[in-house]
């Protein structure tokens, strides 16, 4: 799973910078970090909607698009899947309720 992920955040990394014109990614980054968190929200009140639907596919297809903008949002903010993945370690192992309660 996280193979996937990894090829998605190294492709966003590559698209960064690159002409708008050239693909999607480009022109979400090139239109700032603001757009690219819009975006975001954007797609996920889409897979809410799926999941209260109850439609495996369209679920499916909407939590894809929601890891795409999360990375692109990301990248936009310089923060890396790397980084992301280092922060969900330091909380393995503990409680949610436990973590939450140490913010």
Request: net charge neutral; charged share 30%.
């Amino acid at each position: 799973m996280t193979n996937a992920l990894t090829r998605l955040a190294a492709t966003i990394a590559t698209r960064k910078g690159a002409d708008p014109q050239s693909s999607w990614t480009a022109k979400l980054l090139a239109q700032g970090p603001e757009k690219c968190a819009e975006k975001f929200g954007e797609e996920a009140v889409e897979a809410i909607i799926e999941a209260v639907k109850g439609d495996r596919a369209k679920l499916t297809a909407e939590a894809a698009d929601v890891l795409y903008h999360l990375l692109v949002m990301l990248a936009a903010r310089d923060v890396t899947l790397k980084d992301v993945l280092a922060e969900l370690d330091t909380r393995a192992g503990t409680s949610g309720i436990a973590e939450k309660a140490a913010r």
